[in-house]
């Protein structure tokens, strides 16, 4: 697949201004990343599923845990639109997993809060998710796996400061 996608960069190079080393790095940094996002929503599907839920009700019901987040909140802590996480919390109050309580910082926001049956839900997932973690974290170091997460942090600074920018 790397082969494939320097074919591919090799195309956008020949068709389009040059990048640097660093940009080309990037963009295959980025493609690897978007393969990586796709496994890991299926992943996170099939560890949902057995508590009949999905990785993005999982998402929501995890940013509810402590009753302090609104629907906008949750949905800048993931990078995502309000609106759909805002469909996805209606979802979940309907299913009686999630309430929306008074919010004493603002009138009209109201917070996310877990109800028993949604801890429930949550807390089966989490033990599943421990028990892939741990197998998937196997050949690695925490080290090598920290080190990862910094640069995909850093890049969602980079991407977050860049925002709104031509």
Same mark, same amino acid.
């Given at each position: 697949?790397?082969?494939?996608?320097?074919?591919?960069?090799?195309?956008?190079?020949?068709?389009?201004?040059?990048?640097?080393?660093?940009?080309?790095?990037?963009?295959?940094?980025?493609?690897?990343?978007?393969?990586?996002?796709?496994?890991?929503?299926?992943?996170?599907?099939?560890?949902?599923?057995?508590?009949?839920?999905?990785?993005?009700?999982?998402?929501?019901?995890?940013?509810?845990?402590?009753?302090?987040?609104?629907?906008?909140?949750? /949905?800048?802590? !993931?990078?995502? #639109? *309000?609106?759909?996480?805002? &469909? $996805?919390? =209606? %979802? @979940?109050?309907?299913?009686?997993?999630?309430?929306?309580?008074?919010?004493?910082?603002?009138?009209?926001?109201?917070?996310?809060?877990?109800?028993?049956?949604?801890?429930?839900?949550?807390?089966?997932?989490?033990?599943?998710?421990?028990?892939?973690?741990?197998?998937?974290?196997?050949?690695?170091? /925490?080290?090598? !796996?920290?080190? #990862? *997460?910094?640069?995909?942090? &850093? $890049?969602? =600074? %980079? @991407?977050?400061?860049?925002?709104?920018?031509?």
């Amino acid at each position: 697949m790397i082969d494939e996608i320097a074919k591919r960069q090799y195309v956008v190079k020949r068709n389009h201004s040059k990048r640097t080393v660093e940009g080309d790095a990037f963009s295959l940094f980025a493609i690897t990343a978007l393969r990586l996002a796709g496994r890991l929503t299926t992943a996170g599907d099939e560890l949902a599923k057995p508590a009949g839920q999905t990785s993005a009700r999982w998402q929501v019901l995890a940013g509810a845990r402590n009753g302090t987040h609104s629907v906008a909140q949750i /949905a800048r802590m !993931l990078g995502v #639109a *309000r609106q759909g996480v805002q &469909r $996805l919390a =209606d %979802t @979940l109050e309907d299913d009686g997993l999630i309430s929306y309580v008074d919010n004493p910082q603002h009138q009209r926001a109201k917070l996310v809060q877990l109800t028993k049956e949604g801890e429930a839900r949550l807390a089966a997932i989490e033990v599943a998710q421990a028990d892939w973690a741990d197998r998937l974290g196997r050949p690695f170091t /925490a080290t090598e !796996l920290e080190a #990862a *997460r910094l640069v995909m942090a &850093r $890049l969602i =600074d %980079t @991407l977050d400061a860049e925002a709104g920018k031509p």
